[in-house]
């Protein structure tokens, strides 16, 4: 099978910044509308218009700062607003660790540049070999970040001019995504094999714990790659 | 400070934190090879619990059967038939609203 889209027939290395952005344009699209949705969940939630703009520049990750939200919303604790959000958060531990050594320059660039990361731009970026396009992951991260702190602008200060993203089926473009880029990383036996296995941990895990910490444990499911040395 | 800056200023810093740790702890090592061949694994697990979580995710936990899986499936079957990228996302989109127009 050969990788879905156009851009990823590249050469490895061989990419540019422009070739992140314009492959996580239509994703973005997705991202800003939905950056609406937080911004008019946000304030509704009585967060003002400032800090959630502040949130969506800092913390960039869609789903722990809509558990964050929809908590203190309802009336929830502090206290449990972070930890549901920090557990959300956790899984950049290994997608992290997967693109260390990607990242380069002095510690303060890497840990800047690590600031990009996100589910979508870091799918984005995936080389068939397993490693990470850097020039695809940064692209790609910076569109996204403006997709989705614009969006959250225009949430805050025109929200309820803008049409619900699931009405649009717009949640749904982002299982879509990774399974896309899945599928081309999975031709090898030993990646379909780690693919399986994250599958089948985060399944059984979803029904038992709360969000997030399924994808972490999905992580444990790469020591299938661990084989004897050749 | 109100609980609102509390959560955003905590949240912020600990997911700049996470983010930064992978790259800053594996700075310009190479790691062993049973060590890369691991993390050259991460990707496709975690790729497939996102798609799971993101396709069956519950607000709070658990399973949600809806019209996200509708759509995941179109995506699926546009993949079979080797469209590209952006076709793969419409697909599951387009699908995923006609399912919550008829539903």
């Given amino acids: ?230 | 400070m109100s609980a609102v800056w509390i959560s955003v200023i905590v949240v912020g810093l600990a997911t700049m934190a996470i983010k930064a740790a992978g790259p800053l702890l594996l700075a310009r090592r190479t790691p062993p090879p049973r060590a890369q061949a691991a993390l050259e694994h991460l990707a496709p697990a975690l790729l497939a619990a996102l798609v799971v979580t993101q396709a069956l995710g519950g607000d709070n936990g658990g399973f949600t059967v809806d019209a996200r899986l509708a759509g995941l499936a179109a995506g699926a079957a546009a993949l079979l038939l080797r469209a590209p990228l952006l076709v793969v996302i419409t697909a599951a989109a387009v699908t995923a609203a006609l399912v919550r127009v008829v539903s």
């Fill in chain 1, 1 to 230: 099978m050969r990788r879905p889209a156009d851009f990823q027939a590249r050469e490895p290395g061989r990419t540019t910044y422009l070739d992140g952005v314009r492959a996580a344009a239509p994703i973005g699209v997705a991202a800003l509308a939905f950056g609406v949705s937080f911004g008019v969940l946000a304030r509704a939630a009585d967060m003002g218009s400032v800090a959630p703009v502040v949130m969506s520049v800092t913390t960039f990750a869609g789903s722990a700062q809509f558990a964050v939200a929809s908590i203190l919303g309802a009336g929830g604790g502090l206290v449990t607003a972070i930890v549901a959000a920090v557990l959300l958060n956790l899984r950049y531990g290994p997608i992290g660790l997967s693109a260390a050594t990607t990242l380069e320059g002095p510690w303060w660039r890497r840990a800047l540049t690590a600031q990009l990361i996100v589910d979508e731009s870091w799918a984005i970026a995936q080389r068939d070999d397993g490693r990470l396009d850097r020039h695809l992951l940064v692209g790609a991260g910076l569109l996204l970040f403006v997709s989705w702190t614009t969006g959250t602008v225009i949430g805050t200060f025109a929200g309820d001019l803008v049409a619900d993203p699931e009405s649009l089926g717009l949640d749904a473009a982002f299982p879509a995504l990774f399974l896309a880029l899945l599928w081309s990383q999975a031709r090898e036996r030993s990646r379909l094999l780690a693919a399986l296995g994250g599958a089948t941990i985060a399944l059984v895990l979803m029904p038992f714990t709360g969000p997030g910490i399924p994808i972490v444990a999905a992580s444990l499911a790469c020591l299938i790659g661990v084989r004897k040395p050749s």
